[in-house]
């Protein structure tokens, strides 16, 4: 098994199938490289392929009415985006672009729909992760709502540990690459606001700032924050 696909077994579409399956729905997989920066999709345009990121970070944002654009989520190796318009073929929701330089691999949408009639497994494994986004969204809605800025900060910073973070002896580095406005954006606050909470939390020595990561000194005092 070579690292690709390695990476791509991780993905919900993946999860059922054995290694042949899984072998044989990669060769019916087109890679797609990004430059950091570069668009995949608009909103608004057609959706016929689903991908799976190979290598890298993308984001999904949506721009407002008055063109201030809303990041949805950081998605990294082994996770998955695109699939909704399989299942409801209307434009894209969201645009996706690469926050770095970024490897995918591309699932035309009439390529998947023969495995998901054959195999109920994969469709069940898919709506489990579209089940699982829907509720990161209600999460979302809610700390809108209930949370301050300084816990959202919190909670997502442990967010991007989960799922970027590396184990170190100095502490938890989790290297997001996103910028201080894309920082902002995922917690649905003002940059200023946000550093601010990002400056505080270092004075109290939980943390250290760098640029596009952070050093996380103590995670059980985020944890606490984020409640």
Known sequence: MDNAEGVLRRAPLFDALD?????TLRRQMAEVKLSRGEHLFNEGEDGDALYVVLEGKMKLTRAASDGRENLLSVIGPGEMFGELSLFDPRPRTSS??????????SLKHEALMPWLRDRPDVSLHMLRALAQRLRRANDVMADLVFTD?????AKNLLDLADRFGSKEADGLHVHHDLTQEELAQLVGASRETVNKALADFAARGWLQISARSVLILDAERLRKRAR
């Open 149 to 153: 800025v300084p816990g959202r900060v």
């Open 19 to 23: 290694d042949d399956g899984a072998r």
């Open 96 to 105: 996706a672009s690469a926050v770095t330089d970024a490897v995918l691999a």
